[in-house]
């Protein structure tokens, strides 16, 4: 898929090299203000370390990465946040003792007054917070629950209201639906439209069509550290989408291998069955001893 508007985030011929191993090999994506580009594959697929490059934990090898259209040049992840390129990762950074107004504020917590005399602000965190979560379309009960008690999809939903609120302008997103039951996965699809429609650009990776079809405009799949297809919306209809996720040839020889091993085994059944019916056929009948047999 061309790029034929004006991309907030791009990458292009992206390459990452350990060595003599090859983790990402002319990688190609953009997003857009206000759209999901959805990056999918299978675990080995490069996924994880495509992340590192767009959050600035690497530099790539070869390519080159521009946001607003101007090239970028990472030497931290915090260079990446104070230009607006968010990372919710699968663990969420967050401390489950602590509140949720303070995980919502962790690092950059609001304080009062100067010098010595500095103190949190406590009621600002908690009105911010609860404003903040609502914006989103998420009401909590109390800021000042602790994260733990939060399900899965609520910790995802607070850390992706975090992100939005310290100005991302693009918000990556590591399989935040990976761990989470069905119900839970919806909250977080939920919540990610609602990132969108506030004109932010979402790279959600996943490794599960399912996930990625409702809420994407564009999906890259990843296979090997390369790009194995990219396709709008328009250009693919689901079946496909997980057609190619599962790798189409890979599948169909599985298939194949699958029925020949089935068929394998329902031989080797019977010819265990027709020994077992011989053998049966030498033993003495119950009650017999052997001097018995062959007397008239």
Known sequence: MSNNGTALLEI???SKYFGSVIALQDVSA???????????GDNG?????????LSGVHKATEGE?????ERQDFDSPREALELGIATVYQDLAMIPLMSVWRNFFLGSEPTKGW???????AKFGKETTT??????????????????TLSGGERQSVAIARAVYFGAKVLILDEPTAALGVKQAGV?????????????????????????YPVGDHFVILRRGQVFG???????????????????ADLEALKHELEEASQQGAAEAAGLAETAEAIGSDLPELGETPGEQGES
């Open 12 to 14: 292009k011929n992206i």
């Open 30 to 40: 953009f997003v857009r203000a206000g759209e999901v580009t959805c990056l999918l």
């Open 45 to 53: 697929a490069g996924k994880s370390t495509l992340i590192k490059v």
């Open 65 to 69: 990465y521009l946001f607003n259209g």
């Open 115 to 121: 010098g010595p005399f500095k103190y949190f602000d």
């Open 131 to 148: 404003s903040e979560l609502a914006k989103m379309g998420i009401d909590i009960r109390d800021p000042e629950q602790t994260v733990g």
């Open 188 to 212: 977080v699809l939920k919540y990610i439209v609602q990132a969108k429609n506030r004109g932010i650009g979402v790279i959600f990776i996943t490794h599960n069509p399912q996930h990625a």
């Open 230 to 248: 990219d396709f709008s919306k328009e250009e693919i209809p689901l079946e496909q989408l997980v057609q190619m996720m599962a790798g189409g």
